[in-house]
């Protein structure tokens, strides 16, 4: 955290040497400085799109090591940060889209017996005065960190000119995950996970493209036996055992839970 805390710093520091325009194209009122020229989306995805790529081939056969593959994997992540790629970037102005996918939130879990359809929520913005259009596709696949061939078309758009706000109802109702076991320590832990992820492609006049990209991992479970009205998402942390009493006296016991809240 520390040393990204510094690259963020020197992140900030190429973007006033390439000139950029601010976020939005005007200054905000607590920039006093006008330094701030890169949303906090913006420096997210410049960190995240030019990493050092994790992929040992011999962690497909050595035990020992954690497994990698091409590409966002469960144990490192995008990768390893790489300050170069991405002052780099910023001097030739490649400045990546902002994909920021609000909801659902994160490990939430979805019962398609009670809720069918899922509303997915992502924000989406590109810099009009260095890109023309903005493409973007939905998609997800079963498990923590997918191979490329297991990826599946949710909805997708091209074209788009600026500032977006897409709101998507996926429908969950025929999906059954199922995903074999990992390996230790982790075991079933992802067997009903399900990760989507929002890719999006800033293309300039030439149609050269910078792309971002997100992603969130969720939980498809089947139920039948759910009671109508539960689960019950708890805001604050449950500090204390759930208690059942009867507190009005209809004869039916209330489940109580105590917050931290």
């Known amino acids: 955290t520390g040393k990204t805390s510094g690259v963020a710093g020197l992140i900030y520091s190429a973007a006033l040497k390439a000139g950029l325009a601010y976020p939005g194209g005007t200054q905000k009122a607590t920039d006093k400085n006008g330094a701030r020229r890169l949303s906090a989306e913006e420096v997210k995805q410049l960190l995240t799109m030019n990493v050092d790529d994790i992929n040992v081939a011999e962690s497909k056969t050595d035990k020992t090591k954690y497994p990698s593959k091409e590409g966002w994997e469960q144990r490192f992540g995008w990768g390893r940060v790489n300050a170069r790629k991405v002052v780099d970037a910023i001097l ?22 009670q809720t069918k359809t899922v509303t997915l929520t992502v924000d989406l913005n590109m810099r009009t005065d260095l890109f023309k259009t903005l493409d973007y596709v939905i998609e997800y696949a079963g498990g923590a960190d997918p191979d490329k061939a297991d990826w599946k078309t949710i909805t997708s758009k091209t074209g788009l000119t600026g500032k977006t706000s897409v709101k998507f109802d996926w429908d969950i109702s025929a999906i ?9 320590p982790d075991y ?11 890719r999006a492609s800033a293309k300039d006049a030439s149609g050269v493209a910078v792309k971002g990209e997100a992603r969130k991992a969720f939980h498809i479970e089947r139920d039948p036996d759910l009671m ?12 204390a055992s759930p208690k059942t009493a009867d507190l009005d006296g209809d004869g039916k016991r209330e489940i109580i839970v105590a917050t931290g809240g």
Not at 92 to 113: G, H, M, N, R, T
Not at 188 to 198: A, F, H, I, S, Y
């Open 228 to 239: 109508p009205g539960f689960p019950v998402r708890l805001v604050d942390s449950g500090e």
């Open 188 to 198: 079933g832990v992802n067997r009903r996970m399900v990760t989507v992820r929002v």
């Open 92 to 113: 030739a102005k490649k400045i990546p889209p902002e994909v920021d996918f609000l909801s659902p939130a994160w490990f939430q879990v979805l019962y398609p017996e």
């Open 176 to 184: 059954k995950i199922d995903n074999p076991d990992m390996p230790a």
